[in-house]
């Protein structure tokens, strides 16, 4: 399983970004998909999660209500919409395949494989 993720950048306080993750390889869709994200001198934190059917999803407190977290089965992609970001979203963004079978608090210990992170930096 390979995961490319992208859509990172800065941006102000209010604003929104797009962060994608395209899955390849012959058995990423035996895996539901989360967001983490790690900002400096933290530990990786859950974000959001979501099943290639996208029947199930689930979100951190912090970001309920601000993120969407949806997939493209056609384009295998896992987007994550942020909208109304503040400061304390700035991390570096990681997309992983999960086992869990919870999407509501993603265990690190139940991902299998992890993209590279893409930077999201938010201005006040």
């Known amino acids: 399983v390979q995961l490319q993720a992208s859509g990172g950048g800065l941006v102000q306080a209010g604003g929104s970004l797009r962060l994608s993750c395209a899955a390849s390889?012959?058995?990423?869709?035996?895996?539901?998909m989360a967001w983490f994200r790690q900002a400096p001198e933290k530990k990786r934190e859950f974000v959001a999660a979501?099943?290639?059917?996208?029947?199930?999803?689930g979100y951190a407190d912090s970001v309920k209500g601000r993120f969407t977290i949806s997939t493209d089965n056609a384009e295998n992609t896992v987007y994550l919409q942020m909208n109304n970001l503040k400061p304390e979203d700035t991390a570096v963004y990681y997309c992983?395949?999960?086992?869990?079978?919870?999407?509501?608090?993603?265990?690190?210990?139940?991902?299998?494989?992890w993209g590279q992170g893409t930077q999201v930096t938010v201005s006040s």
């Open positions: 992983a395949a999960t086992y869990s079978s919870s999407m509501a608090a993603v265990d690190p210990a139940t991902i299998d494989y």
């Open positions: 979501i099943t290639w059917s996208g029947g199930r999803n």
């Open positions: 390889g012959r058995t990423f869709r035996r895996y539901a």
